[in-house]
């Protein structure tokens, strides 16, 4: 009997009681339809995340592996930046050296105007025109009269030289 017994007490443990306590001594099945759905969403849920997870590492390890189209990709961008900053450099190089030149020329004429103005400067200095005039008067050269001064009319943007005798008006 005590064999027995033994048994029956060992079938209890194995047995897994399905109840909880609420409360004081009401006694219920374990675990509501509600609470069995949550958990099992709950489960999905987290094997869906660690497979997820899984994904996205192979998909990062396979996305850091560099392949030889992209090396090729990367030193044509790189080469051809470098020819782009070097044709830069040249061209802005050149911009510079021109401004240069342009500089001393602008100095050069600002040079010559100074002396040309110098020189005319002088050269109205130098001519004394009443001596002329007196000079001029002792030679027999008189003051035009009224009737031999002619009048043209010329436009604006427009000039006259005379190259002979102007023709008597008669």
Same mark, same amino acid.
């Given at each position: 009997?005590?064999?027995?017994?033994?048994?029956?007490?060992?079938?209890?443990?194995?047995?897994?009681?399905?109840?909880?306590?609420?409360?004081?001594?009401?006694?219920?099945?374990?675990?509501?339809?509600?609470?069995?759905?949550?958990?099992? /969403? %709950?489960?999905?849920?987290?094997?869906? +995340?660690?497979? $997820?997870?899984? *994904?996205? @590492? =192979?998909?990062?390890?396979?996305?850091?592996?560099?392949?030889?189209?992209?090396?090729?990709?990367?030193?044509?961008?790189?080469?051809?930046?470098?020819?782009?900053?070097?044709?830069?450099?040249?061209?802005?190089?050149?911009?510079?050296?021109?401004?240069?030149?342009?500089?001393? /020329? %602008?100095?050069?004429?600002?040079?010559? +105007?100074?002396? $040309?103005?110098? *020189?005319? @400067? =002088?050269?109205?200095?130098?001519?004394?025109?009443?001596?002329?005039?007196?000079?001029?008067?002792?030679?027999?050269?008189?003051?035009?009269?009224?009737?031999?001064?002619?009048?043209?009319?010329?436009?604006?943007?427009?000039?006259?030289?005379?190259?002979?005798?102007?023709?008597?008006? %008669?």
């Amino acid at each position: 009997m005590a064999n027995e017994s033994r048994n029956h007490t060992r079938r209890k443990e194995n047995l897994k009681t399905n109840y909880y306590i609420d409360g004081n001594t009401v006694r219920r099945l374990e675990g509501e339809p509600e609470e069995r759905r949550q958990r099992a /969403l %709950e489960k999905e849920r987290a094997q869906k +995340r660690r497979q $997820n997870r899984r *994904a996205a @590492k =192979r998909n990062q390890e396979r996305e850091q592996r560099i392949n030889l189209g992209y090396v090729a990709f990367c030193s044509t961008a790189v080469i051809l930046l470098g020819v782009v900053c070097g044709a830069y450099i040249h061209f802005q190089s050149d911009i510079i050296n021109k401004t240069k030149v342009i500089s001393s /020329l %602008e100095s050069q004429i600002v040079d010559l +105007r100074a002396d $040309n103005d110098a *020189a005319l @400067k =002088r050269i109205e200095l130098s001519t004394d025109l009443d001596a002329i005039k007196e000079q001029a008067l002792s030679f027999g050269m008189k003051y035009a009269a009224p009737d031999q001064i002619f009048y043209y009319s010329v436009q604006d943007n427009d000039y006259m030289n005379q190259y002979s005798d102007i023709p008597d008006s %008669e």
